[in-house]
């Protein structure tokens, strides 16, 4: 990839420098229950009909959020 | 989904001023906006790849009032902030953008040019590296505009509610691949993509 030029990766060794959001079902609740403001930014997909929202600012921070939903998986980047 | 196997992924740094991926599997490092790996054992495979939706949380309800929210268990407060510096609490509507010297590094070349680098807006593209970038500044809240791209007419709305242009194609035929980026993102991604220029008024 002619765009990417390898001297210039700045990455760590190991590991992550950005945890990365595994959900489990203690993750999940209603958005109408989680008392946000109206103009708090999301980022929204779907698997099989299925759909979940996440809080941008957290990814921001986590850049990842994987998992499994509809018995897919999935994997959000930002 | 790696050969029928999950792999799991997350970000171990930069290049261009982008995140990368990085499986835990094979240490792979993976491009986050087009799903290919550009280096490591897997180099040359690529994921495949669904768009997401960026929105408010009132236009969410309005469409979806029963959707269910994943909330993380914590981020330390320091990364939080610095990333806020970076990207700004507020992504949809904010314009221009701070770029830490250590995202500049990682940069092959100079920007592009042709926008302003924190210039934001709707990128879409094809499977074989096609790509237009539509500046948010084209549109206002609300409004629609129709475009010919690809041979096809596109038809590129932003949002009422929560000002996030959405692009469609108008033979009914689905949606393309797309994301609401920073042009600096888009430009080193998908080099040479077109820009929307809206067309002159008349009078």
Known sequence: MSRINRSKINIQKDGFEFTPFRPTHESEMPLTDAGLKPDIELIAFERNGERRVLLLTEMHYHHVCQGELAGEPYLVTF | ?203
């Open chain 2, 1 to 203: 989904m790696v050969d029928g196997n999950v792999h799991w992924y997350g970000v171990p740094g930069i290049v261009n001023g982008l995140a990368v991926l990085r499986d835990e599997e094979s240490s792979s490092l993976w491009d986050h906006i087009t799903g290919e790996c550009f280096d490591g054992p897997l180099a040359g495979q690529r994921l495949p790849f669904w768009g997401v939706d960026i929105t408010t949380v009132e236009a969410e309800l309005k469409s979806y009032p029963d959707v269910v929210l994943l909330k993380s268990p914590g981020i330390p407060f320091f990364k939080s902030t610095l990333m806020n510096v970076v990207i700004g609490k507020n992504f949809i509507d904010k314009q221009g953008t701070t770029l830490p010297g250590f995202f500049r590094r990682s940069m092959h070349t100079a920007i592009d040019p042709r926008l302003p680098e924190g210039e934001n807006g709707l990128g879409v593209m094809t499977d074989d590296h096609q790509a237009k970038f539509y500046p948010m500044s084209a549109l206002q809240k609300g409004e629609s505009i129709e475009d010919d791209w690809m041979g096809r007419t596109l038809i590129v709305q932003r949002g009422a509610i929560d000002g996030v242009p959405r692009a469609k194609w108008a033979d009914g035929n689905g949606r393309p691949m797309q994301l609401l980026t920073r042009w600096y993102g888009f430009s080193f991604t998908y080099p040479k993509c077109e820009i929307y220029e809206p067309q002159q008024k008349a009078g």
